[in-house]
């Protein structure tokens, strides 16, 4: 893989990239991302969740902000921080970032998206044996609905780093690990059993979509490329690319290699962004 020229903000696209950071992580997870486009001369925003102002090392040592966080809450927040720009960014989504950042479009905000190793939106029912070992941690006891969820160092090196090294692992799981939201991942399990659109829905046919490219690394267990591929065959309106990268596990953004990644998701963002949309949430 060879390095990308990557464009500097050009007079009337967008300036501004947002990062949406998933599950089990913080925004701390785009450290690398954040200063390698900042280089490039853009504006870079990291929102975390509500309760996540606070460092990795404090969720870890009191998680119950995490126990009561719901989608629509994340939502909300994520909206009043793109909401408010001049300019619609560019999203880039990871993980259940990359739900989070197809819901931001659905409803208006954006310029284009991209997702990396992305959670599924509703409707998308892939259930890979790899997804389900990754996430039964969370699962294995219905209480753990009601709770903010932790992965051990060795669930955590099969989910998200299993194409590195031990003591990468480790490293990586001391500096981003933090617990997840049991509230929202049942949630989203059940979403498909009820009738009416959840809190994950979109509209897969939505007229004035704005382009949106799938980023899959080859290698991942809790979100392997199948959940990606059918969840963009679920959009029939737009501009929905999807490519796989071999080789690649979860924690994409951390693994060795990811600045071509980054610079290609950002050239490919630029060449698409919507151009006709002068206003974040324009409709």
Same mark, same amino acid.
């Given at each position: 893989?060879?390095?990308?020229?990557?464009?500097?903000?050009?007079?009337?696209?967008?300036?501004?990239i947002v990062?949406?950071?998933?599950?089990?992580? =913080?925004?701390r997870?785009?450290?690398? +991302?954040k200063?390698?486009?900042? #280089?490039? &001369?853009? $504006?870079?925003?990291t929102?975390?969740?509500?309760?996540? !102002?606070?460092?990795v090392e404090?969720?870890?040592?009191?998680p #119950?902000?995490?126990?009561e966080?719901?989608l629509? =809450?994340?939502m909300?927040?994520l909206?009043s921080?793109?909401?408010a /720009?001049?300019?619609?960014?560019?999203?880039?989504?990871h993980?259940?970032?990359?739900?989070l950042?197809? /819901? /931001?479009?659905?409803r208006?905000?954006g310029a284009?998206?991209?997702?990396?190793?992305?959670a599924p939106t509703?409707g998308?029912r892939?259930?890979?044996l790899?997804?389900?070992r990754?996430?039964f941690?969370a699962f294995?006891n219905?209480?753990?609905r009601h709770?903010a969820?932790?992965? @051990?160092?060795?669930? +955590?090196?099969?989910?998200? =780093?299993?194409?590195?090294?031990?003591e990468?692992? $480790?490293?990586?799981y001391e500096r981003y690990?933090?617990?997840?939201?049991?509230?929202? /991942? +049942?949630?989203s399990?059940l979403?498909?059993?009820?009738?009416?659109p959840?809190?994950a829905?979109?509209? *897969? &046919?939505k007229a004035?979509?704005?382009p949106?490219l799938?980023i %899959?690394g080859? !290698?991942?267990?809790i979100?392997?490329? @199948?959940?990606?591929? %059918?969840?963009?065959?679920?959009?029939?309106?737009?501009v929905v690319?999807?490519?796989?990268?071999p080789? *690649?596990?979860?924690?994409l953004?951390?693994q060795? &290699? +990811?600045?071509?990644i #980054?610079?290609?998701?950002?050239e490919w963002?630029?060449?698409?962004?919507?151009?006709e949309?002068?206003? #974040? &949430?324009?409709q």
């Amino acid at each position: 893989m060879t390095d990308i020229p990557t464009p500097r903000p050009a007079a009337g696209g967008p300036d501004t990239i947002v990062l949406v950071h998933g599950f089990w992580v =913080t925004p701390r997870s785009w450290e690398n +991302w954040k200063a390698h486009y900042e #280089a490039k &001369g853009y $504006r870079v925003l990291t929102p975390g969740y509500p309760g996540f !102002e606070v460092e990795v090392e404090a969720l870890n040592a009191d998680p #119950a902000v995490i126990a009561e966080l719901t989608l629509p =809450t994340i939502m909300a927040h994520l909206e009043s921080v793109v909401g408010a /720009l001049e300019k619609p960014p560019i999203i880039i989504g990871h993980s259940a970032g990359g739900t989070l950042t197809q /819901l /931001l479009l659905d409803r208006g905000y954006g310029a284009v998206g991209v997702t990396l190793n992305s959670a599924p939106t509703e409707g998308v029912r892939v259930l890979p044996l790899s997804q389900l070992r990754s996430t039964f941690v969370a699962f294995r006891n219905p209480a753990n609905r009601h709770r903010a969820v932790g992965l @051990s160092p060795e669930q +955590w090196q099969y989910a998200f =780093t299993n194409t590195f090294s031990d003591e990468e692992s $480790r490293a990586l799981y001391e500096r981003y690990h933090v617990p997840a939201s049991g509230r929202i /991942l +049942w949630d989203s399990v059940l979403a498909n059993f009820m009738p009416g659109p959840q809190d994950a829905a979109v509209d *897969y &046919g939505k007229a004035d979509r704005v382009p949106l490219l799938f980023i %899959s690394g080859g !290698e991942d267990h809790i979100m392997p490329p @199948s959940v990606q591929r %059918s969840n963009a065959t679920h959009y029939t309106s737009g501009v929905v690319e999807i490519e796989e990268y071999p080789g *690649y596990a979860h924690l994409l953004p951390a693994q060795a &290699g +990811w600045p071509a990644i #980054a610079d290609h998701a950002l050239e490919w963002a630029v060449g698409h962004a919507a151009p006709e949309r002068q206003a #974040a &949430g324009q409709q």
